[in-house]
């Protein structure tokens, strides 16, 4: 039992805006009193907030894992965590390893992570992965948009069909949603090819487009009551005047809710490198009128990194553009990923008009219910970067330091020096924390009302919000302190949360003798068991929104 | 840049084995993925798909392939990179291609055969691996390989070995980032081939003591190693009694995984692959007795001074 007493708390989704009041915890719980006897931790002074929720990330499975093979050269570099008595060694840098992931993101005051893209095929190295994240607690999205048998039976036009395949799917592996990445593009990736035209045939088909699979993949979402609705990277991510490809793709989900993913990189105007541009002012015009949508930044910071995705063909445009390693995973009848190290720079012209272009959108975004804070780690920056970013949107006149450094020719691509509007720390509550967890629909996250997971941050008032941000006094997870005085206390596994739609068990017939033909593994080996999966917890698949 | 096996099975009309003995070493290869099976867009199976074989002589391999190219012994990183400048339409010195043991139009046809391919595969074994040049022929193999993907679809593979290596490989590097040769003595993770490697430490005798799981080091390492694993206490686990057990300390018979120990496997390709044993073992599987020694080495008094607060760390 634990009284945070007289702290100062921001608890947006229940109206509490810089309230002094008590929080009481008791059985993992948030509670409305506790007795004398409970421990207090005195937060005179001090933000209470509840943990943050990263709705979008790589943290552990097949990708990212070959990700950090391909740059030991930067994990040497890298601040490494030392073996004791609370804690398993290992390396932090651009590729954390499992248990220096949780230890990081709770030490940050972070408590919940959804890693947006898992293989079924691999779905069980995911989970080991995040069985060894510790602390926090796990969801994950599984990849869809590319899947060939999703793909042959949107061709024939058998959508009931498709549904109880994606169904099955999104239970034989465990996960919590559905990923869709570069819709028909990452297929076409297969033949060396993409597929940048949402009304373009994908390359091996006849009929099928990535229009239709993205209006088939949110139809299937609703349909199935998915608490998280349908989670898109957009097609052609990063190109100069992709904003129009964004546009077409809110115009498809007219109707119904979908999470558009690092909306940044899909936020360019232009023709070419030479004339690229942002275009968040006209993203965030059509995001603002589309309701039903959510979104997360993905923004850029500059510096190192390493570029991790299942968008196939554009890491092999990004490998031929920078000459540096590049790493492909084709995944046999599902998707793939590629991976090329990066670094974001300041004399870039187009890393200039990205790193813009994430804070553009959060600025111009006039709800921050519908945009989460997000660098989609790794491939913007390292999650462990992200109070930069609170610190960039809270403090305007910083914002102008840091553009001084940019030439005209930069400044005149960019609308952000026109934008003045600062983020409260209640706003902040709610792009870290509230917000994500309400497009999550985990309804127990990301608030601090009664019956809430006891996940909480608690920061010393600082002017320096980077660095408030950076070290929270006390961080709670699941009732217990993790983190007190910089030094991280004990060490819980978290808990994952998966879903269980419902599909007709007559599907399986129509798979088997697919998975006979088509994949090189016995289909009863193929689904992960629900003991693979650590403290799992079925959520109901019940949509929790407006 | 590479792919899951099922691609292979699916997509390939073009295979190159090189520096491997896939016939011997990785008896279902062809059956189960590469030459044989019909695929979603190869129907006709072996019909469908062409299989060049390089190595230095003529293995059980060479009669499944419809071109054999032999390479001189230790000349296969000039062969490769000659290819990645045909690749790209450079010229080509005639003394580097004679140097290969191999003639100028045997390797244009190569290079033409690959452009032409729908989706190559380049699977590569030991015997690129750790021949001369070692490392660097792999890094070869994989920039043809990539480079190859601005004409068509290519991917390289390296031929992994036996056992669960690749497992292995898959959790070092999540909990370390290093895939092996891993040094955990201050602490924290270091990487370093060639001194932190299994060989190099024995020889030069740098460890106090071995713990063999899995492996026969006793069967196949130079003999200073061997020395140093004689001399110093070694422990093995294994279901049989192996050369390594016969020069230990202790040895362990435990449950052979697969066939009465359960776990998981990661196929060559990275993919896990649940373990369902058949049988039942009278021995202790591994992870129970790996378990029971780190309760033991747990409940020791530490020698080593033991920080009560966590270090200061910028």
Same mark, same amino acid.
């Given at each position: 039992?634990i009284?945070?007493?007289?702290?100062?708390?921001?608890?947006?989704?229940?109206?509490?805006?810089?309230v002094?009041?008590?929080v009481?915890?008791?059985?993992?719980?948030?509670?409305?009193?506790?007795d004398v006897?409970?421990r207090?931790l005195?937060a005179?002074?001090?933000f209470?907030?509840?943990?943050?929720?990263?709705?979008?990330?790589?943290?552990?499975?097949?990708? *990212?894992?070959?990700?950090?093979?391909?740059?030991?050269?930067?994990?040497?570099?890298?601040?490494?965590?030392?073996?004791?008595?609370?804690?398993?060694?290992?390396?932090?840098?651009?590729?954390?390893?499992?248990?220096?992931?949780?230890?990081?993101?709770?030490?940050?005051?972070?408590?919940?992570?959804?890693?947006?893209?898992?293989?079924?095929?691999?779905?069980?190295?995911?989970?080991?992965?995040?069985?060894?994240?510790p602390?926090?607690?796990?969801?994950?999205?599984?990849?869809?948009?590319?899947?060939?048998?999703?793909?042959d =039976?949107?061709?024939?036009?058998?959508?009931?069909?498709?549904?109880q395949?994606?169904?099955?799917?999104?239970?034989?592996?465990k996960?919590?949603?559905?990923?869709?990445v570069?819709?028909g593009?990452?297929?076409?990736?297969?033949?060396?090819?993409d597929? $940048?035209?949402?009304?373009?045939?994908i390359?091996?088909?006849? $009929?099928?487009?990535?229009?239709?699979?993205?209006?088939?993949?949110?139809?299937?979402?609703?349909?199935?009551n998915?608490?998280?609705?349908?989670?898109?990277? #957009?097609?052609n991510?990063?190109?100069?005047?992709?904003?129009?490809?964004?546009?077409e793709?809110?115009?498809?989900?007219?109707?119904?809710?979908?999470?558009?993913?690092?909306?940044?990189?899909?936020?360019?105007?232009?023709?070419?490198?030479?004339?690229?541009?942002?275009?968040?002012?006209?993203?965030? +015009?059509?995001?603002?009128a589309?309701?039903?949508?959510?979104?997360?930044?993905?923004?850029?910071?500059f510096?190192?990194?390493v570029?991790?995705?299942?968008?196939?063909?554009?890491?092999?445009?990004?490998?031929? =553009?920078?000459?540096?390693?590049?790493?492909?995973?084709?995944?046999e009848?599902?998707?793939?990923?590629?991976?090329?190290?990066?670094?974001?720079?300041?004399?870039?012209?187009?890393?200039?008009?990205?790193?813009?272009?994430?804070?553009?959108?959060?600025?111009?975004?006039?709800?921050?219910?519908?945009?989460?804070?997000?660098?989609?780690?790794?491939?913007?920056?390292?999650?462990?970067?992200?109070?930069?970013?609170?610190?960039?949107?809270m403090?305007?006149?910083?914002?102008?330091?840091? =553009?001084?450094?940019?030439?005209?020719?930069?400044?005149?691509?960019?609308?952000?020096?026109?934008?003045?509007?600062?983020?409260? *720390?209640?706003?902040?509550?709610?792009?870290?924390?509230?917000?994500?967890?309400?497009?999550?629909?985990?309804?127990?996250k990301?608030?601090?009302?009664?019956?809430?997971?006891?996940?909480?941050?608690?920061?010393? +008032?600082?002017n320096?919000?980077?660095q408030?941000?950076?070290?929270?006094?006390?961080v709670?997870?699941?009732?217990?302190?993790?983190?007190e005085?910089?030094?991280?206390?004990?060490?819980?596994?978290?808990?994952?949360?998966a879903? $269980?739609?419902?599909?007709?068990?007559?599907i399986?017939?129509?798979?088997?003798?697919?998975?006979?033909?088509?994949y090189?593994?016995?289909?009863?080996?193929?689904?992960?068991?629900?003991?693979?999966?650590?403290?799992?917890?079925?959520?109901?698949?019940?949509?929790?929104?407006? | 840049?590479? #792919?899951?096996?099922?691609e292979?099975?699916?997509? @390939?009309d073009?295979?190159? !084995?090189?520096?491997?003995?896939?016939?011997?070493?990785?008896?279902?290869h062809?059956?189960?993925?590469?030459?044989?099976?019909?695929?979603?867009?190869?129907?006709?199976?072996?019909?469908?798909?062409?299989?060049?074989?390089?190595?230095?002589?003529?293995t059980?391999?060479? %009669?499944a392939?419809?071109?054999?190219?032999?390479v001189?012994?230790g000349?296969?990183?000039?062969m490769?990179?000659?290819?990645?400048?045909?690749? %790209?339409?450079?010229?080509?010195?005639?003394? @580097?291609?004679?140097?290969?043991?191999?003639?100028?139009?045997?390797?244009?046809?190569?290079?033409?055969?690959?452009?032409a391919?729908?989706?190559?595969?380049?699977?590569?074994?030991?015997?690129l691996?750790?021949?001369?040049?070692?490392?660097?022929?792999?890094?070869?193999?994989?920039? =043809?390989?990539?480079?190859?993907?601005?004409?068509?679809?290519f991917?390289?593979?390296?031929?992994?070995?036996?056992?669960n290596?690749?497992?292995?490989?898959?959790?070092?590097? !999540?909990?370390?980032?290093?895939?092996?040769?891993?040094?955990?003595g201050?602490?924290?993770?270091?990487?370093?081939?060639?001194?932190?490697?299994?060989?190099?430490?024995?020889?030069?005798?740098?460890?106090?003591?071995?713990?063999?799981?899995?492996?026969?080091?006793?069967?196949?390492?130079?003999?200073p @190693?061997?020395e140093?694993l004689?001399?110093?206490?070694t422990?093995?686990?294994?279901?049989?009694v192996?050369?390594?057990?016969?020069l230990?300390r202790?040895?362990?018979?435990?449950?052979?995984?697969?066939?009465?120990?359960?776990?998981?496997?990661?196929?060559?390709?990275?993919?896990?692959?649940? *373990?369902?044993?058949?049988?039942k073992?009278?021995?202790?599987t591994?992870?129970?007795?790996m378990?029971?020694?780190?309760?033991?080495?747990?409940? %020791?008094?530490?020698? !080593?001074?033991v920080?009560?607060?966590?270090?200061?760390?910028?």
């Amino acid at each position: 039992m634990i009284r945070i007493r007289n702290g100062k708390v921001y608890d947006p989704a229940n109206g509490v805006n810089g309230v002094i009041r008590d929080v009481c915890i008791a059985d993992g719980k948030i509670v409305a009193e506790v007795d004398v006897a409970a421990r207090t931790l005195d937060a005179t002074g001090m933000f209470v907030f509840p943990g943050g929720v990263d709705v979008h990330t790589h943290i552990g499975g097949a990708a *990212l894992n070959f990700a950090r093979g391909l740059i030991p050269e930067q994990h040497r570099k890298a601040t490494p965590i030392f073996h004791s008595q609370y804690r398993r060694a290992g390396i932090i840098g651009t590729t954390p390893t499992t248990f220096a992931t949780g230890y990081v993101y709770a030490g940050m005051g972070w408590t919940t992570a959804n890693e947006a893209a898992v293989p079924v095929l691999s779905a069980k190295h995911t989970h080991e992965e995040l069985h060894d994240t510790p602390i926090i607690d796990k969801t994950c999205c599984v990849l869809m948009a590319n899947n060939e048998i999703v793909l042959d =039976l949107l061709e024939n036009d058998e959508q009931d069909r498709a549904k109880q395949v994606v169904a099955w799917y999104v239970w034989a592996a465990k996960a919590y949603g559905i990923k869709a990445v570069n819709p028909g593009g990452v297929a076409g990736w297969k033949w060396g090819k993409d597929c $940048k035209g949402l009304s373009d045939v994908i390359p091996g088909y006849k $009929k099928v487009t990535p229009a239709k699979m993205i209006s088939s993949l949110a139809q299937i979402a609703d349909e199935l009551n998915l608490p998280h609705p349908v989670h898109i990277h #957009c097609n052609n991510l990063g190109a100069p005047g992709n904003a129009s490809t964004t546009i077409e793709t809110m115009k498809i989900l007219e109707g119904r809710r979908a999470h558009l993913a690092h909306l940044q990189y899909h936020a360019y105007g232009g023709d070419d490198w030479f004339t690229m541009r942002s275009a968040a002012v006209e993203i965030a +015009e059509h995001f603002n009128a589309n309701t039903n949508l959510t979104c997360d930044a993905g923004a850029v910071l500059f510096g190192n990194t390493v570029t991790v995705t299942a968008d196939g063909p554009w890491q092999h445009l990004l490998y031929q =553009l920078t000459g540096r390693k590049w790493g492909n995973l084709d995944v046999e009848n599902e998707t793939g990923c590629g991976v090329v190290p990066y670094v974001y720079k300041e004399k870039n012209v187009v890393n200039a008009v990205q790193w813009a272009v994430g804070l553009e959108l959060l600025l111009l975004i006039t709800d921050p219910w519908r945009i989460c804070l997000t660098t989609d780690h790794p491939n913007g920056a390292t999650f462990w970067r992200y109070p930069e970013i609170v610190q960039l949107l809270m403090n305007a006149d910083f914002r102008k330091e840091q =553009l001084k450094q940019f030439p005209d020719s930069t400044l005149s691509r960019m609308v952000l020096p026109e934008l003045t509007r600062e983020y409260t *720390l209640s706003e902040i509550a709610i792009i870290t924390s509230a917000g994500p967890a309400r497009t999550l629909g985990l309804t127990q996250k990301g608030h601090l009302g009664i019956g809430a997971d006891a996940d909480i941050a608690i920061y010393n +008032e600082s002017n320096d919000v980077a660095q408030m941000f950076a070290h929270p006094r006390y961080v709670i997870k699941s009732g217990e302190v993790v983190v007190e005085e910089g030094e991280l206390r004990k060490s819980g596994e978290g808990r994952q949360f998966a879903v $269980k739609p419902e599909y007709d068990e007559s599907i399986e017939d129509f798979l088997r003798p697919l998975f006979q033909q088509h994949y090189t593994m016995s289909f009863e080996n193929y689904p992960v068991s629900c003991d693979r999966v650590h403290n799992l917890e079925v959520h109901a698949c019940k949509y929790c929104g407006k | 840049m590479s #792919c899951t096996l099922g691609e292979v099975k699916n997509r @390939a009309d073009f295979i190159i !084995y090189w520096g491997g003995n896939p016939a011997e070493c990785h008896p279902r290869h062809f059956t189960k993925y590469a030459l044989t099976p019909k695929g979603k867009f190869i129907p006709r199976g072996r019909k469908d798909r062409t299989m060049v074989l390089v190595d230095i002589r003529e293995t059980m391999s060479a %009669k499944a392939a419809d071109i054999f190219l032999q390479v001189r012994p230790g000349k296969d990183f000039e062969m490769l990179t000659i290819l990645r400048a045909l690749v %790209k339409g450079q010229r080509i010195n005639e003394d @580097a291609v004679a140097e290969t043991g191999l003639k100028l139009e045997q390797l244009q046809d190569l290079v033409a055969r690959m452009k032409a391919a729908k989706f190559g595969v380049l699977f590569f074994g030991m015997g690129l691996s750790m021949t001369r040049g070692k490392h660097m022929n792999s890094a070869a193999a994989l920039t =043809l390989a990539a480079e190859m993907n601005a004409f068509t679809k290519f991917v390289a593979m390296p031929m992994r070995g036996h056992g669960n290596v690749t497992g292995a490989d898959v959790i070092m590097r !999540y909990t370390t980032t290093y895939p092996f040769g891993i040094h955990m003595g201050r602490g924290y993770p270091r990487f370093n081939p060639g001194e932190y490697s299994t060989i190099d430490l024995l020889v030069r005798g740098d460890n106090d003591a071995t713990l063999v799981l899995g492996a026969d080091p006793g069967a196949t390492m130079p003999k200073p @190693a061997i020395e140093h694993l004689k001399r110093t206490p070694t422990i093995v686990l294994d279901p049989k009694v192996t050369h390594t057990s016969r020069l230990s300390r202790v040895h362990i018979t435990t449950a052979a995984t697969g066939i009465s120990a359960p776990g998981t496997v990661y196929r060559m390709d990275e993919i896990p692959l649940p *373990l369902s044993p058949p049988l039942k073992s009278p021995y202790p599987t591994d992870e129970e007795v790996m378990r029971r020694i780190r309760e033991a080495v747990q409940r %020791k008094e530490p020698w !080593y001074p033991v920080p009560t607060s966590a270090p200061q760390m910028t």
